[in-house]
């Protein structure tokens, strides 16, 4: 199946948290006519620490310039990992188009505000020490995965288990922060008269209408291996992926009357 769009945000390219071999593996079963690129997709922040970059990572970005030479319109908004890129913005390179933000209108004409989200995050915002303190702990737990990872396989245990993605959804103070932040961008959204957004950052893919406008972030490729898709009746959909998945797996657009509400 071709997808009228695909967005991905929180790759991390040239880190070792970089799940570059699912990534390739979603894009070789996900052609699309628009992708979206919504920040975080090279982490600049972790390569002046020390860069790990794979043969899958560099594949990635070929796939990506193949795509755009190929006719899919590749749209790249920065995030604060990359956020040197902004520098760039209004200009093209390799086919690829770099803005600060843009306004994205679906197929059944609704207009949805596409931009990383971390303007909407105050730590990242004001304090930008204890972000990129926060990064470093985030890493940590990145590389404890990987030995954990190890041992399940030595265990025969299959699937892939994100520590820092559990850590999240277990942590009150994380979640409070991710409702705090949805509330922020969806508040935004509705001052600026658009019907939704479409952003990432926060590495928690989900899409929710809130009082008639709809939320949806991309996830990431570190914990949740997520994007998001938009087939040709403007429906958007989560994405999750496991390695050497036969077909999509698209989970169902949620219903308006079983979203959450953000007052």
Known sequence: MRWKTVFLSDIHLGTRACQADRLLDFLRHHPCERLYLVGDIIDFWAMSRSIH????QNTVVQKVLRMARHGTQVVFIPGNHDEALRDYCGTSFGDV??????????????????????????????HRWVAVLGDMAYNTLVRLNIW??????????????????????????????????????????????????????????????????????????????????????????????????????????????DAECVS
């Not at 970059?53 to 899958?56: G, L, P």
């Not at 004409?109 to 995050?121: K, Q």
Request: aromatic share 8%; hydrophobic share 40%; with cysteine.
């Open 97 to 126: 188009q770099l803005l600060e933000e843009t306004i994205h209108t679906t197929a059944d004409g609704r207009r949805l505000l596409i931009v990383h989200g971390d303007a909407f995050d105050q730590v990242t915002r004001h």
């Open 148 to 257: 954990l990872s190890r041992a399940r396989r030595l265990l025969g245990i299959s699937g892939y288990w994100s520590l820092a993605g559990y850590a999240k959804q277990k942590v009150k103070k994380a979640i409070d922060f991710v409702f705090d932040f949805e509330d922020s961008v969806i508040h935004h959204v509705r001052d600026r008269g658009l019907d939704g957004v479409v952003c990432g950052h926060i590495h928690w893919p989900t899409i929710k209408t809130v009082d008639g406008t709809l939320y949806a972030n991309c996830g990431d490729w570190v914990d949740s291996c997520s994007a998001l898709v938009e087939d040709d009746s403007g429906t958007l959909r989560v994405v999750r992926w496991e390695p050497s998945m036969a077909r999509p797996a698209a989970e169902p657009a949620p219903h308006k009357e």
């Open 53 to 56: 970059w794979s043969a899958q």
